[in-house]
């Protein structure tokens, strides 16, 4: 058994909601353990960053946006994108590095998106989608828009000079950005004490005089609620926020890390808090054959997307230069 979610946020919300939120955090799992399999088997080129522990923050923040809404994410990109809406099955042929993929082979691992759901292709230097994420907002903004954009990034990129110069403009110019911080507490395999003295990153909204908000980041409903309450205030022109969600991975930083450097008891206090096993849990057993039903559709998907990822045509030569420059944001 986890530590239990608050009934009453369970209960103040609709039944069908919190299921689709659950086959979405399950999606990312069972996309990741599988992506997990076809690397070590050498199915795929590169390397990965994968995100399995951290669903919640993903999907708590993407259904707390609207369709229109933008994201701009980072080398751990899986999640975010799965939770944005794009498929399962673009995202696997694009791990193959074949046609067809969500960015026609091009991008990999590290730089998932389409614009068509929302999402410019992740980012992975580090910190380099905060300015991006400003500059965009300032786009929605000269365009009388009152979409908002929610900017993912790791407590690491805090620490970046892009961290402070993208949230300083969002904030003298009230952007609408939600800074969403997936605080796992490691950049890699340092720990944050050992880069930061301010050891909550949403402290630091203070100095650029936003506000900030720490969450469970593995309660996908807290999660979900603060985006709601972030993004109403981006769209009333009072944005932009820095909110902090405290998560973890249950992986190495990349595939070639063991992640000794967690001690046991960490792992453990993090794995009694898995935040799908919580919602399920939350769920079962009043809505167990609506949860059975979501887990057989999770698992038809993933055989659908290998399926489809092994069978893709690889690139022509031809489309080399195409599909490389930056798209324009639809209006
Ligand atoms: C500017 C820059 N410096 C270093 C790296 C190498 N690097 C990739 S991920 C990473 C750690 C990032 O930690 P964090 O921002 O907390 O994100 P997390 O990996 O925890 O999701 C580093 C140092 C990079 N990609 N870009």
Not at 160 to 187: D, T
Not at 283 to 296: I, M, S, T, V
């Amino acid at each position: 058994m986890s530590v239990a979610l608050a009934p009453e946020s369970v209960a103040s919300h609709p039944v069908d909601l919190l299921l689709d939120i659950y086959e979405r955090m399950l999606l990312i799992r069972e996309f990741e353990e599988r992506v997990k399999l076809l690397f070590l088997e050498g199915s795929m080129p590169g390397t990965i960053h994968q995100a399995q522990g951290q669903e919640g923050t993903a999907a708590g923040v993407c259904f707390a946006l609207r369709p229109d809404d933008l994201i701009t994410s980072t080398h751990r990109c899986h999640g975010h994108a799965i939770a944005k809406g794009v498929t399962a099955e673009s995202m696997m042929v694009e791990l193959f590095g074949k046609a067809g993929g969500c960015c026609a082979g091009k991008g990999g691992s590290m730089h998932m998106g389409d614009m068509a759901v929302g999402m410019p292709p992740a980012i992975a230097i580090v910190g380099g989608g905060i300015p991006l994420a400003a500059g965009m907002a300032l786009a929605l903004r000269m365009q009388k828009s009152d979409r908002v954009v929610a900017c993912f990034f790791g407590e690491g990129a805090t620490s970046e000079g892009a961290f402070h110069e993208g949230v300083n403009l969002a904030a003298i110019w009230n952007l609408p950005v939600i800074f969403a911080c997936e605080n796992n507490r490691y950049g890699a395999s340092t720990d944050f004490s050992k880069v930061s003295k301010v050891h909550r990153v949403a402290d630091r909204a203070a100095a650029y005089g936003i506000r900030g908000e720490t969450v469970d980041g593995n309660d996908v409903i807290a999660v979900y609620e603060a985006t709601q309450r972030a993004a109403e205030e981006c769209r009333r022109g009072e944005g932009p926020v820095l909110l902090e969600m405290l998560t973890y991975r249950r992986t190495g930083h990349s595939r070639r890390d063991p992640n000794h450097y967690q001690p046991k008891e960490e792992q453990e206090y993090w794995y009694a808090r898995d935040p799908i096993a919580r919602l399920r849990e939350a769920l079962a057993p009043a809505h167990e054959r609506a949860l059975a039903e979501r887990d057989g559709r999770v698992a038809e998907m993933i055989e659908d997307a290998v399926d489809a990822a092994r069978n893709a045509p690889e690139p022509a030569p031809a489309d080399l230069l195409t599909d490389v420059y930056a798209t324009e944001i639809a209006r």
